[in-house]
């Protein structure tokens, strides 16, 4: 599998050097990187043991773009590429960053987000007790203890029959009345979408007025998100980005996996995120505990603070192609020249 265009690569650390914003610039929320130098005590400056640094910005708070509440639905079509861990992550940011999140899990009979947040213990009721009055709204929320102004609304309960009436009218009076709660209007209510493209995918994007693609380099994937963005944009969703899960700089260089900018050219959207492989996502997932809130912070858990950061401002990032220079050969090559 050749001809892949091959990404610029920080060998040191293993990740791909795709932190460009609008116009080839750096996120707002990072400093530029500065490569080869290390600054010391004395003045001097020193090529060796060369370092990366990116500093978070967070003496500002990012800037929202358009009216809240801005409901957002993530999905992807494939089944496993990563729409509920990135869901559960996106949605604590925004809440880190001062913004109040609503996520509503619409998978109906294998939702998960409770359990990638913690929260499985506390579900007592859900939309459909309150469709039948027999909760209130606020009942069926549950809020986060870390972060307050994180909430999280399940559909159903796993062993319990969904009701033949939901459906997209009923999700919609939902996100309704989350709009008219006395608490105050939600700055982002986050959707999380089931597999597929049958009832529950229409349900979950119904109420929507973005969405995220989420897809992974690999050929299944990418024919069923650019079936899943035609489905979108018929419904009239046209702010559509996309989301690079699982992405292997070391494949990439070897050519055996398809580069973020071979993706973007098949599905033609704009970049939100690349979240590079790691391990510490099934880690924290199986603790319960969102992969962003993790000290020090991994490569993953930075590249999902920089999408939900771009979310916020409406913003997309740039993958940058970089041509490696030929290796220089001596006079005399069978000398070791």
């Not at 590079?276 to 991994?298: F, Q, W």
Request: charge should be positive.
């Amino acid at each position: 599998m050749g001809g892949f265009p091959k990404l610029g690569l920080d060998e040191k650390h293993g990740a791909c050097l795709l932190l460009g914003g609008r116009g080839g610039k750096l996120p707002r929320m990072f400093e530029r990187a500065r490569v080869g130098e290390h600054l010391l005590q004395n003045g001097n400056r020193k090529k060796n043991n060369a370092t990366i640094r990116a500093i978070l910005q967070w003496n500002r708070r990012p800037q929202m773009a358009g009216s809240p509440p801005r409901v957002v639905v993530v999905t992807s079509g494939k089944g496993g590429v990563g729409k509920t861990t990135t869901t559960a992550n996106i949605g604590m940011c925004l809440a880190r960053l001062d913004f109040k999140v609503v996520a509503i899990d619409a998978d109906v009979g294998l939702r998960n987000l409770d359990l990638l947040l913690g929260l499985e213990n506390r579900v007592n009721y859900t939309a459909i007790e309150v469709l039948n009055g027999e909760c209130r709204l606020d009942q069926a929320l549950i809020r986060d203890k870390r972060w307050v102004n994180f909430e999280l609304l399940c559909i159903n309960k796993p062993r319990y029959k969904m009701p033949l009436g939901f459906g997209g009218k009923a999700l919609t009076w939902l996100v309704d009345a989350l709009k008219k709660r006395p608490e105050g209007t939600p700055d982002f209510i986050l959707i999380d979408c089931p597999a597929g493209i049958d009832a529950g995918f229409i349900t979950a994007i119904t109420p929507a007025n973005e969405a995220i693609v989420v897809t992974t380099p690999d050929i299944t994937s990418l024919r069923d998100a650019d079936r899943v963005t035609g489905l979108l944009e018929c419904d009239g969703i046209k702010d559509i980005k996309m989301v690079v899960n699982r992405v292997r700089s070391d494949m990439i260089k070897q050519e055996d996996m398809m580069s973020v900018l071979d993706v973007q050219e098949m599905l033609g959207l704009p970049l939100l995120g690349v979240i590079p492989e790691d391990a510490d996502v099934i880690k924290s997932t199986n603790r319960g505990y969102p992969l962003v809130l993790k000290k020090p912070p991994t490569l993953a858990g930075l590249a999902l603070e920089q999408a939900a950061w771009r979310l916020v401002e409406q913003d997309s990032m740039k993958a940058v192609l970089i041509e490696e220079a030929p290796a220089k050969r001596g006079f005399l090559p069978f000398f070791g020249g």
